[in-house]
């Protein structure tokens, strides 16, 4: 019986020999595996390298193609269809034009009848005006006036000239002025030199002296010929010689024609202040007008075209609430 159970068991030295053997099969079957894991790991490694890269190019491709795709635009508001010059001056007119369907036209017939009447305003403003003028005084006085008035931009000629005394009288206890016809001094009546305005006009006015004064056309001849038949003779001089020379200190009476014609500038001031008020008006009327006639339509609050009664009652109620 021994004996069999020793020839069944296997050796202490047997047993370990299988035990070891297996164990190098365990671990060269775990090295295989690890290679193998490791194989998998470096694939799905790749698979999510390649995917990425995949992912990379599909994005480039999808910008290019929205850099390249037009964009959409946003829609147009009321006027933003013309071009650039047109929209403004449309705004430059007014911009509430733009509800309208043809505002460029508006804008047009409202600058033409706009500047028409800006310009009629100006030529009215530019015109000249002539009054007639009284100046009372001795030779030198009626210099200095001629001058300060030129000085001033006023240009002025001599329509007529006349003086007062005492007239002969078998009262004596009347003594009363009488006026009278007179000639100025033919000196006084043509160009002044230096000489005869010295130390009556300063040197900085001798520009505007040196002109003189002059008859207005025709009056000299008109004036002359109503002296001469007053005193049924020859006229006599309004500065008349005593002794061999003409006082300066004699009164007389001298008619001016004085035309004063305003500055441009003026005007255009003038004009250019009440130019807004003018041209909201024209563009009111100038509306009205287009919408009455239907040469134009107006749009609504939901961007509807409205009739003309609401289209004129909202224009109205617009230009009421405008400075």
């Known amino acids: 019986g021994s004996s069999n159970l020793s020839?069944?068991?296997p050796p202490p030295s047997a047993q370990g020999v299988g035990s070891g053997m297996g164990d190098q099969k365990l671990e060269e079957r775990l090295e295989v595996l690890e290679a193998e894991l490791d194989k998998m790991r470096k694939a799905l490694a790749e698979q999510q390298t390649h995917q990425e890269e995949m992912e990379k190019v599909q994005l480039k491709l999808e910008k290019k193609e929205k850099v390249g795709e037009p964009k959409p635009k946003p829609p147009q508001k009321r006027g933003e269809t013309l071009c650039l010059g047109s929209q403004f001056f449309i705004k430059m007119i007014s911009p509430k034009l733009v509800n309208f369907d043809k505002p460029l036209l508006v804008a047009v017939a409202s600058f033409i009848v706009t500047a028409a009447i800006g310009a009629i305003l100006v030529w009215a403003l530019s015109q000249c005006k002539t009054s007639e003028a009284f100046k009372t005084g001795a030779t030198p006085d009626h210099m200095r006036y001629v001058v300060s008035q030129?000085?001033?931009?006023?240009?002025?000629?001599?329509?007529?000239?006349?003086?007062?005394?005492?007239?002969?009288?078998?009262?004596?206890?009347?003594?009363?002025?009488?006026?009278?016809?007179?000639?100025?001094?033919?000196?006084?009546?043509s160009g002044w030199l230096a000489t005869d305005v010295d130390g009556i006009v300063s040197s900085e006015d001798m520009v505007h002296a040196t002109e003189g004064l002059a008859w207005c056309d025709g009056a000299q001849r008109v004036a002359a010929s109503a002296c001469e038949k007053t005193h049924g003779g020859t006229c006599p001089p309004c500065a008349p010689v005593y002794n061999g020379t003409a006082p300066d200190n004699l009164v007389y009476s001298l008619i001016f024609y004085e035309?004063?014609?305003?500055?441009?500038?003026?005007s255009v001031g003038v004009l250019l202040g009440c130019i807004h008020k003018v041209e909201l008006l024209v563009t009111l009327i100038t509306v009205v007008a287009l919408l009455a006639t239907g040469v134009i339509h107006q749009y609504g609050d939901k961007n509807e075209l409205i009739d003309f009664k609401a289209a004129a009652?909202?224009?109205?109620?617009?230009?009421?609430?405008?400075?």
């Open 313 to 323: 009652k909202a224009d109205i109620e617009w230009a009421a609430d405008l400075p």
């Open 259 to 266: 035309t004063s014609c305003p500055s441009p500038l003026v």
């Open 7 to 9: 020839l069944s068991m």
């Open 150 to 189: 030129r000085k001033a931009g006023i240009g002025l000629c001599l329509q007529d000239s006349n003086y007062y005394g005492l007239p002969p009288t078998t009262n004596p206890g009347l003594q009363q002025l009488q006026q009278s016809t007179c000639m100025p001094s033919e000196s006084l009546v």
